[in-house]
């Protein structure tokens, strides 16, 4: 029983042991490079990196998982730009190429028209007659210009060939380059979340799991705000433009910093309030959401300049840092660049001043009931 037992043991530590060096494999290979020119290398490469992020993703629920998962993603999409490189280099290479071909057919084939024209302008059978010294010879070459006729439309299927090849080269060409341009931008965009995400935690484990609790106790608190469960006064009628609050300056309940929560709903529903705002040249955070455009005709809630730090949706801090739990942002975070704390309503109605309890605290906002049955919402506000 004891050997059975210990048989066992072994293969199961065998087993685990095995499993750890395929994934210290995997990691090695992911982080290690490739020769110049060899695409079969990095196309395992992203493979292995694309399931090393996937594999991340689904663990990011601690900083220092998260940072692993940044890692992961910067260094996949350093390969995948490497990797568009040596293919817009193999591709101009053979560009290069068919380029010089082009110009060899289209000088020999110029040529060729052109003895072609003089043939033409000739009577060939008095041309043939008189310029050969016999029959026999006459009958030759008779033959060896139907050769060179063969020969010419040959060289010309040849030259059409290397034309239509030319071209779809040089739209693969150009369509890398911009794929290229796209991958270097969102590599630039992984760098600067990282580095932000850093700077908000200060690299510390207990600070990320404070602002990943904060967020969730928003999102819950927004929830039960919008169920009618919030604590509010009717104040009366509001005018649009007029201003109903100011922003809580620093750190408030469930905020872990200066900014307006400005939220739009409609039947019970969150709905986006990039196409309720009007269009507007606004200030973007730092970070890989923005820019995005406004399509509405409200007024704004904040005074130029308007910085936005969140959109609406499955933002960066939504589906990147999973801040919601897996949910999205139902609003659009901003603040005025310049300090200005006013806050106005985007539209006629009637004002109600609220608060609920919010993670420990007590969030504070303001409701604005639009005759349109649309409800705006103002959160992190003193009234």
Partial sequence: ????FFIILVLLITFLFSLRLERVSAQESCDSGCNSG????????????GNKVAQLHGQANTLSNQIASFNAQIRLMELKIQQTKEQIKLLGGRIDQLEVSLQD?????????????????TNEQVFLLFSSADLSKMISRFHYLKEIESYDQNLLARLQSAQNTYKTNKQ???ELEKTLQLEEDRLSSQKA???????????????YQQILAQARAELEAIQSIIAGNGDETEVGGIGEGQ???????????????????????????HQNP???????????????DGPFGFSGGWQWPVNDPVRITQGYGMTYYAATLNYYGGNPHTGVDMLNNNQDSTVKAVRNGTLYRGAIGCGGGTLRYVRVKQDSGIDTYYLHVNY
């Avoid at 060899?38 to 990196?49: F, N, S």
């Avoid at 990039?274 to 890989?288: F, M, Q, R, T």
């Fill in 193 to 207: 979340a990282k580095a932000q995400l850093l700077v908000a935690t200060q690299n510390d484990e207990r600070k």
């Fill in 172 to 174: 693969q060409s150009e």
């Fill in 243 to 269: 201003r109903i609050a100011s922003i809580i300056p620093g750190a408030s309940a469930c905020s872990s910093g200066t900014h307006l929560h400005f939220e739009v709903v409609k039947d019970g529903g």
């Fill in 38 to 49: 060899d695409l079969g290398c990095l196309g395992k490469l992203v493979d292995l990196c």
């Fill in 274 to 288: 990039a196409g309720y705002l009007s269009p507007k040249e606004v200030i973007w955070d730092d970070g890989p």
């Fill in 105 to 121: 057919l289209t000088k020999a084939f110029s040529a060729r028209a052109v003895d072609t024209y003089k043939m033409a302008k």
């Fill in 1 to 4: 029983m004891k050997k059975r």
